[in-house]
């Protein structure tokens, strides 16, 4: 490669004075540096990006274990105890001492807190107060279902995401690479020799201003040695930081100077994008590519110096390392009351979504167990003590644990749970609250959210959605994009060992169910399902014992502790149940006429329509997606 001539007489009299936006839209127009992954232990991921989505091998916990110290019983033994009558057990012939984590025995169905039985003397305890099935008992997945997504791609791994991951039975995790940034400090003036500083002399402080600002964005700095103003030198050691790093840094020399030699020899090696941005301080930024790799030259200012490296250098070393921004504080409104004890200053994980332009703050699952929930917060609230709670639409700050610029950008989904929101989470930024379809259509109308997803069916008409939305919004005013039809049944174990075979089944004796929350739609279909067969929900053996997802629901069948429940066939696929089909519905996203022009909408439609996410969601099996993304208003 031919050296530039050093040529003193020359200045770079002419400069641009690009807009800075414009600006970046023609260096990212034309520098097409990709990100790079490598596979790392999760033991050693402290701090890393992760380059893909990260789904739980197994779940966890694995086996039921006791939420509590005590004695684990059989409940239906302890049914009818009383102060008058209590019940009278045997130790290891009616219940057995139990701490906190260990695995609860077959034949045993609920804990007691040790504080709540009374010995009696040889091995004999007495209850004032029956066990309910299920009482303080972890049951198997509780905290993560296998299959179920840990932490989405572009997630920056924390110490809990570690244990998180761990907990789920991943090992070893996809990361991208961090960016290597070369800084080179230039000027016969500069020294890094504080203690014998001569006149005319310059602390070179600017270089170690980057090194952090670098190592903040999440990349890896080398600082080179200060270049004197030679421009064979200077190419020399610019050829070498670009073959040792992703992206170079040239401080100092961007300007018109007869010294400033940066624009030539880059001009030279590669190509010059923009010399000068319409911004101050910082003109005199140069945007350059040399071998595929960004080089930028800035202002010697200190004060330029850091204006143009945090508008021009960080934002590609975030893009190419995933690295998000720092943490800060924030208000919000509460969605939904909280309800604290008086004992404790409860520190209270939430998500956060920006609606009607108003932070909505949601709390979420406060177990002392539940990882994810950490996992998945945006932020914190304190509740302090000696308050009971804190009341709905109350203004309340949170300490974020993301970057608030993130959280504003996404789509706030609350209403009816389906695994396809995973995979949408995956492919933009959403903030998603499972509280059952007709919870979505209450968020919706109090404008807590974008989008609801619901799954409601008129039983007069066997249709889905619309008539409730005619029901509780004014005429005119909403819309429903049409989603998946999915295929709604009946989950049992594998080779269905109970032989179950409808509806009818489910008030058996020997045959347990595991129900969705009410306001679902799935819980809905049920109790429709019932009625026509008339069967009296008490019938129903575990009834009333709830879960949230239809994973959830999934997982427990496929546990010891239920026979049968009710949900999708992608969930009981991915468990390995066996699935009795009742029907396909419409899983639909609601959404107001006033939002379909929101950037958020339209790019959630963008995604749905796209090819890669009807794949992703025809790989699941039990799908349809005839008419997806289209989009029917509301009339009556």
């Not at 200077?234 to 007869?258: H, P, Q, W, Y």
Request: charged share 25%.
């Amino acid at each position: 490669m031919e050296h530039l001539r050093d040529d003193h007489s020359k200045r770079n009299i002419y400069i641009d004075n690009q807009p800075r936006l414009k600006a970046i839209e023609a260096y990212e127009e034309k520098l097409k540096q990709s990100k790079k992954q490598e596979e790392v232990s999760v033991y050693q991921s402290l701090g890393r990006i992760t380059a893909q989505a990260v789904f739980a091998n197994i779940s966890s916990p694995h086996y039921h274990s006791a939420a509590m110290d005590g004695i684990a019983v059989l409940a239906e033994k302890t049914y009818g105890a009383n102060e008058r009558s209590p019940v009278i057990l045997k130790e290891s012939v009616d219940f057995c001492y139990i701490n906190t984590g260990n695995p609860v025995a077959d034949g045993y169905d609920a804990v007691i807190m040790i504080e709540d039985v009374i010995p009696e003397g040889e091995g004999l305890i007495k209850l004032l107060v029956p066990a309910h099935p299920w009482q303080h008992v972890r049951t198997v997945g509780e905290d993560i279902v296998k299959g179920e997504m840990i932490i989405p791609s572009g997630h920056k791994i924390r110490a809990i995401d570690i244990g998180a991951l761990l907990s789920g039975g991943v090992v070893v995790i996809n990361v991208l690479c961090p960016v290597k940034v070369g800084i080179i400090p230039t000027g016969n003036e500069l020294t890094r020799d504080i203690e014998t500083l001569e006149k005319g002399q310059i602390i070179d402080s600017n270089a170690w201003m980057f090194q952090g600002l670098v190592t903040e964005a999440g990349g890896l700095p080398t600082v080179y040695e200060p270049v004197e103003d030679n421009m064979k030198q200077l190419e020399e050691v610019i050829c070498k930081a670009i073959n040792e790093n992703d992206f170079v840094i040239v401080n100092a020399g961007s300007s018109a100077g007869s010294k400033d030699y940066t624009v030539d020899i880059i001009r030279s090696l590669g190509e010059v994008i923009v010399h000068g941005i319409a911004m101050k301080p910082g003109k005199p930024t140069i945007l350059g590519i040399i071998d595929n790799k960004g080089i930028i030259g800035i202002p010697g200012y200190p004060v330029s110096a850091y204006f143009s490296f945090r508008n021009f250098v960080e934002p590609f070393i975030r893009k190419l390392s995933g690295s998000p921004n720092d943490d800060e504080k924030t208000k919000a409104v509460l969605s939904k009351r909280i309800v604290s004890s008086l004992k404790h200053e409860e520190l209270v994980r939430v998500t956060l979504g920006k609606v009607n332009g108003q932070l909505i703050a949601t709390a979420l699952n406060r177990g002392a167990g539940n990882t994810t929930s950490l996992v998945r917060a945006d932020g914190v609230l304190t509740v302090p003590i000696h308050v009971e709670g804190i009341e709905a639409e109350e203004n309340v700050e949170v300490q974020l644990l993301k970057p608030l610029e993130i959280i504003e950008k996404r789509a706030v989904f609350i209403g009816s749970h389906d695994i396809i929101i995973d995979i949408l989470s995956d492919m933009m930024p959403i903030s998603s609250s499972h509280v059952g379809s007709f919870g979505g259509l209450m968020a919706k109308r109090k404008g807590e959210c974008h989008i609801a997803p619901i799954h409601l069916m008129d039983e007069a008409t066997g249709d889905y959605n619309d008539a409730f939305v005619k029901k509780y919004f004014e005429d005119g005013t909403m819309s429903i994009i049409s989603g998946v039809k999915r295929l709604q049944g009946i989950m049992v174990k594998k080779g269905n060992p109970k032989q179950i075979k409808g509806f009818a089944d489910l008030s058996r004796d020997d045959v347990i169910f595991v129900n969705r929350q009410r306001g679902s739609g799935t819980r809905q279909l049920l109790d429709y399902e019932l009625k026509k067969q008339k069967i009296d929900p008490k019938e129903v053996n575990g009834y009333d014992w709830e879960v949230n997802t239809h994973m959830g629901v999934a997982v427990a069948v496929d546990s010891n502790a239920v026979d049968v429940g009710l949900g999708i066939y992608a969930a009981a696929d991915n468990m390995g149940l066996d699935f009795i089909p009742v029907g396909y519905e419409a899983y639909e996203f609601l959404v107001s006429n006033d939002d379909l022009n929101d950037d958020r909408i339209k790019k959630f439609l963008e995604i749905i329509t796209s090819d890669i996410f009807k794949s992703s969601v025809l790989s699941l099996g039990g799908y349809q997606l005839d008419d997806i993304g289209t989009i029917r208003k509301i009339e009556k």
